[in-house]
């Protein structure tokens, strides 16, 4: 069974630090990775997606990488805003040979971006 | 705006009624998603629907019962329910169901069952 960890569970740190948020999978027969943000109280915005074979995506100030073999997947955000503070999801699509798959999750890391 | 639109946002219910939620998008996929996310426990997978096919139950109680009319909507049909079932509901979907699109959230329904 595919399971997805997250470290660290919580960041608080001050604006402009560039950081790393980490994310791990047990199961490397994966479809694609994403990374979702999600504001209190709210639904999930996706941030990136990578395919499985793929070793980043880049988005603006973000960047994913994927290292599927050892299944490991960091999001690095550059030039950290106030904005920025949410929770970020890591979650995993996992050939189930069945076709349609949901995602697996972390429980996600709680970033604070302080002023 | 995602597309992805949830009613109620928000419903108490005892132990006892039965209620329904609904969930619509509007991005033309052909998959739909419902998850479960409780406090400090990860985001949980329910059901997958493809093309109005269920093709995934993940071992939810019976208690809790999916239709998809057609591939635009989306609805969790609730019954006699414990406490412990309070969460946030929330609904998904993608281009297709094969796992290789991004998922579209709606903004979820935040469910008590008191």
């Known amino acids: 069974k595919q399971e997805v960890t997250q470290i660290p569970a919580a960041l608080s740190v001050p604006e402009g630090e560039n950081l790393v948020l980490n994310c791990s999978f047990t199961?490397?027969?994966?479809?694609?990775l994403q990374w979702f943000r999600q504001d209190p109280g709210k639904g999930l915005t996706s941030l990136l997606l990578?395919?499985?074979?793929?070793r980043e995506q880049t988005s603006g100030r973000l960047n994913a990488s994927l290292d599927k073999s050892s299944g490991r997947s960091t999001l690095y955000i550059a030039a950290s805003q106030p904005g920025d503070s949410a929770t970020y999801l890591c979650?995993?699509?996992?050939?189930?040979?069945?076709?349609?798959?949901?995602?697996?999750f972390g429980k996600g890391t709680h970033l604070i971006i302080q002023p | 705006e995602t597309g992805v639109t949830q009613t109620p946002r928000h419903l108490v219910m005892g132990m006892t009624n039965k209620k329904s939620l609904k969930c619509e998008q509007h991005?033309?996929?052909?998959?739909m998603y419902w998850y479960k996310q409780s406090a400090k426990k990860p985001l949980e997978l329910m059901f997958v629907?493809?093309?109005?096919?269920?093709?995934e139950n993940n071992s939810v109680p019976s208690r809790f019962s999916p239709e998809c009319p057609n591939s635009s909507h989306l609805f969790l049909h609730l019954h006699t329910l414990q406490p412990e079932d309070s969460a946030l509901y929330l609904c998904?979907?993608?281009?297709?169901?094969?796992?290789?699109?991004?998922?579209?959230f709606g903004p979820g329904t935040r469910l008590l069952v008191l």
């Open positions: 998904a979907s993608s281009r297709s169901g094969e796992g290789l699109e991004t998922q579209y």
């Open positions: 199961d490397s027969a994966i479809y694609n």
């Open positions: 990578i395919q499985s074979s793929q």
């Open positions: 979650a995993v699509s996992t050939y189930s040979g069945g076709g349609a798959d949901g995602l697996t």
């Open positions: 991005l033309g996929h052909n998959a």
């Open positions: 629907y493809s093309l109005e096919e269920r093709v």
